[in-house]
Every structure is written in C-alpha cells, then in structure tokens.
C-alpha cells in the first residue's frame, strides 16, 4: 500500500498550489480520501475529504471557499486545489485513506509533502 503526495512548495501568500496524491497497492475507489496537515508544534488536523465517489466533500473551516479537493477513481488519484494561500497554511500536508466496514477499519497515510507560505 503506497500513498505519495506531490506539489509541496514554497509560495507567497495569495497564490495557489495543487497537491496529489498517488495511491497503490489497494481499491482506491472503496475508500474515503482526505487531506490533512501538521504545522510545527500544532497537532494534524483534517482539511478537506472527499467521498468515495466524490459526491461529498468537506472542509476544515479555515479553508473554505479556498481549497477544493477532488478525485479520480480511474486513475487512482486525489487532489487539493489551494487558492489564496496564507503563511498559517504552512504545515506538512498529508493524504489519507479510510474504508470502515464489517472487516474493520482499514486506514493508510502517506508521507507528506511540505507546503510553505512566505513573503
């Protein structure tokens, strides 16, 4: 099972960044996908899901009306689309996936991909 984000970079504040996810090694489709993030000395905390078949989303409410996350169940893929980037959106940001069924939980991270946000 492999998660692998991308698109982690140094930006200044009011312009965008897309991250990807990759996903290997199990059904994509059947699971929950979110992005996460972590800035140093603050715990991780969601930023947006998407569900299974991308019909539902949420979103942290500090990025509403910025980011927007998306998927793509053919090539196993999921995105975040960050607009309007603030430094406080500096934080390492993680994709993950979640399937919870009568097996049990089944729940997968990927490495991270830093994102910083400075003049």
């Known amino acids: 099972v492999q998660l692998v984000e991308s698109g982690g970079d140094l930006v200044r504040p009011g312009r965008s960044l897309r991250l990807s996810c990759a996903a290997s090694?199990?059904?994509?489709?059947?699971?929950?996908m979110s992005w996460h993030r972590q800035a140093p000395g603050k715990e991780r905390e969601l930023v947006a899901g998407i569900s299974i078949d991308g019909g539902s989303t949420n979103f942290a409410e500090a990025v509403k009306g910025r980011f927007t996350i998306s998927r793509d169940n053919a090539k196993n893929m999921v995105y975040l689309q960050m607009n309007s980037l603030k430094p406080e959106d500096t934080a390492v940001y993680y994709c993950?996936?979640?399937?919870?069924?009568?097996?049990?939980?089944?729940?997968?991270w990927g490495q991270g991909t830093q994102v910083t946000v400075s003049s």
């Open positions: 090694g199990f059904t994509f489709s059947g699971y929950a």
């Open positions: 993950r996936a979640v399937r919870v069924s009568g097996l049990g939980r089944y729940e997968y």
